[in-house]
């Protein structure tokens, strides 16, 4: 992770200190942020799937409920 900010700082640091269109990151630097984005990727399609999920099986018992206990209970609210 160390590797990935120090990448990420190389690239915003401002343009005077650096060559205009120069970017010095070292391989294992943008390796390192390539792996840090595909972690959170991972972890949000994860979580994406964890909700389509539970959506699914509420929506399955939902489906369950016979007419009359949903128009009950939708009554209530």
Same mark, same amino acid.
């Given at each position: 992770?160390?590797?990935?900010?120090?990448? *990420?700082?190389?690239?915003?640091?401002?343009?005077?200190?650096?060559? =205009?269109?120069?970017?010095?990151?070292?391989?294992?630097?943008?390796?390192?942020?390539?792996?840090?984005?595909?972690?959170?990727?991972?972890?949000? *399609? =994860?979580?994406?799937?964890?909700?389509?999920?539970?959506?699914?099986?509420?929506?399955?018992?939902?489906?369950?409920?016979?007419?009359? =206990?949903?128009?009950?209970?939708?009554?209530?609210?």
């Amino acid at each position: 992770m160390y590797r990935a900010c120090v990448c *990420i700082e190389r690239f915003v640091r401002p343009f005077h200190l650096r060559e =205009q269109g120069e970017f010095s990151a070292t391989p294992a630097e943008l390796g390192a942020l390539v792996a840090a984005v595909n972690a959170e990727f991972e972890r949000c *399609i =994860q979580a994406m799937d964890a909700v389509g999920d539970a959506l699914q099986k509420a929506l399955r018992m939902a489906a369950r409920k016979p007419l009359k =206990q949903r128009r009950k209970r939708d009554r209530r609210c």
